[in-house]
């Protein structure tokens, strides 16, 4: 690895041009030799197309069965699962359905009134719950609640990186300290927290990572640069991190699960701001009930990406793709908002 902190203590040495590397090595070859080189570098081509396309069709097959029969959801009983955020909102309903599943929960959260609530609505329903007062943002402090969760619960199997926070904040508002603590909260706590279990998940081979990310991670939306840029973020770590445990080896023993809902009625002030901006007269609003059902399936069933609603998937991920003028005019017309002009 590359050590980041030594940049710029020598001068920088610029890699061979791509031309140059070119040229040294056609003038090694001769005419006929040449011409062989291309001739086996054509027919290896070939073949490479002829292999992929092969080994192409069991994958597809899967897929197009997969769009009429859902996957077996697994069991996870007796699991620990560690949800960050689980005091309140879409945590808190992702807690009593895992704990409707009899697995224990431990939750992570700065809101302890509220966490012990939920806590106690957990054990109600048969299973070992407690909260632990953690803020995330730190990596000490994640360090901590690992030391604390595994001397009361146990292992963690399954960690829900939810908590989040969502200010309307420009590039040219707020605080440094603010901008830090947005991406803080929203992303490096991802890193922290999968740094600090996925050790022990490897080990005994069962894990799952399951990140809550935003449709936002699709739709860069303007006066929201932080949450954006966080959310992306989230989306990015969590896509490379999934191709690292599959080139390890270990993709059918730690599962990663990026979930993408849209607006959901959870924080008050929240649903506030967007009713005075008036986003809510046409886009829709979920309940966080509903986000949490999608959010355990698609965990229980293995599934890398959930999408709430689901129909709306293919249109998010090519949404970058379409022209901006065609974007913005359809956000104006069909969902009655203009987003950043209502902010100001
Ligand atoms: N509400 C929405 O419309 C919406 C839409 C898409 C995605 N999301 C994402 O869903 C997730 C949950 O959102 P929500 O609306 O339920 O949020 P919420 O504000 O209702 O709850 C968030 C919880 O996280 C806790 N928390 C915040 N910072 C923390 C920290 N540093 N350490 C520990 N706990 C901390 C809070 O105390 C709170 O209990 C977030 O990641 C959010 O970005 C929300």
Same mark, same amino acid.
């Given at each position: 690895?590359? %050590?980041?902190?030594?940049? /710029?203590?020598?001068?920088?040495?610029?890699? !061979?041009?791509?031309?140059?590397?070119?040229?040294?090595?056609n003038?090694?070859?001769?005419?006929?030799?040449?011409?062989?080189? %291309?001739?086996?570098?054509?027919?290896s081509?070939?073949?490479d197309?002829?292999?992929?396309?092969?080994?192409?069709?069991?994958?597809?097959?899967?897929?197009?069965i997969g769009?009429?029969? &859902?996957?077996?959801?697994?069991?996870?009983?007796?699991?620990?699962?560690?949800?960050?955020?689980?005091?309140?909102?879409?945590?808190?309903?992702?807690?009593?359905?895992?704990?409707?599943?009899?697995?224990?929960?431990?939750?992570?959260?700065?809101?302890?009134?509220?966490?012990?609530?939920?806590?106690?609505?957990?054990?109600?329903?048969?299973?070992?719950?407690?909260?632990?007062?953690?803020?995330? &943002?730190?990596?000490? $402090?994640?360090? /901590?609640?690992?030391?604390?969760?595994? &001397? &009361?619960?146990?292992?963690?199997?399954?960690?829900?990186?939810?908590?989040?926070?969502?200010?309307?904040?420009?590039?040219?508002?707020?605080t440094?300290?603010?901008?830090?603590?947005?991406?803080?909260?929203?992303?490096l706590?991802?890193?922290?927290?999968?740094?600090?279990?996925?050790?022990? #998940?490897?080990?005994?081979?069962?894990?799952?990572?399951?990140?809550?990310?935003?449709?936002?991670?699709?739709?860069?939306?303007? @006066?929201?640069?932080?949450?954006?840029?966080?959310?992306?973020?989230?989306?990015?770590m969590?896509? $490379?991190?999934?191709?690292?445990?599959?080139?390890?080896?270990?993709?059918?023993?730690?599962?990663?699960?990026?979930?993408? !809902?849209?607006? #959901?009625?959870?924080?008050?002030?929240?649903? $506030?701001?967007?009713?005075?901006?008036?986003?809510?007269? @046409?886009?829709?609003?979920? $309940?966080p009930?509903?986000?949490?059902?999608?959010?355990?399936?698609?965990?229980?069933?293995?599934q890398?990406?959930?999408? =709430? !609603?689901?129909?709306?998937?293919?249109?998010?991920?090519?949404?970058?793709? =379409?022209?901006?003028e065609?974007?913005?005019?359809?956000?104006? =017309?069909?969902?009655?908002?203009?987003?950043?002009?209502?902010?100001?």
């Amino acid at each position: 690895m590359e %050590n980041v902190r030594d940049i /710029g203590s020598s001068p920088y040495s610029a890699a !061979p041009r791509g031309d140059s590397l070119r040229k040294l090595r056609n003038a090694e070859q001769s005419d006929q030799s040449k011409t062989i080189a %291309n001739l086996k570098f054509f027919l290896s081509a070939v073949i490479d197309i002829l292999t992929f396309l092969v080994l192409l069709l069991p994958i597809l097959a899967k897929y197009v069965i997969g769009i009429f029969v &859902s996957p077996k959801k697994k069991s996870i009983t007796g699991q620990l699962a560690l949800v960050t955020g689980g005091a309140n909102g879409l945590g808190r309903e992702i807690c009593l359905l895992l704990a409707q599943k009899g697995c224990h929960v431990a939750i992570a959260d700065l809101d302890m009134t509220n966490g012990e609530k939920t806590a106690e609505d957990l054990r109600q329903l048969g299973v070992k719950a407690k909260c632990f007062k953690a803020d995330i &943002s730190s990596f000490d $402090s994640v360090l /901590g609640l690992k030391k604390e969760v595994e &001397s &009361s619960l146990g292992h963690v199997d399954i960690l829900v990186n939810n908590a989040g926070v969502l200010p309307l904040m420009s590039v040219r508002e707020g605080t440094p300290e603010d901008v830090k603590k947005v991406l803080e909260i929203n992303l490096l706590a991802h890193f922290w927290t999968v740094r600090a279990f996925v050790d022990g #998940m490897i080990a005994r081979r069962r894990g799952h990572i399951v990140a809550v990310a935003s449709a936002a991670a699709f739709l860069p939306i303007g @006066r929201v640069c932080a949450y954006i840029a966080s959310k992306y973020g989230v989306r990015g770590m969590m896509a $490379s991190f999934h191709e690292e445990l599959f080139f390890e080896g270990l993709h059918n023993e730690v599962f990663t699960t990026t979930v993408y !809902p849209y607006f #959901m009625n959870t924080r008050q002030d929240l649903i $506030s701001t967007l009713d005075k901006i008036k986003v809510l007269s @046409r886009v829709p609003i979920f $309940s966080p009930k509903k986000i949490a059902r999608a959010t355990v399936n698609g965990m229980l069933r293995n599934q890398q990406h959930v999408h =709430i !609603p689901r129909f709306m998937a293919p249109m998010l991920v090519q949404y970058e793709n =379409i022209p901006c003028e065609i974007r913005r005019l359809a956000t104006r =017309i069909l969902l009655r908002t203009d987003l950043p002009k209502l902010m100001n």
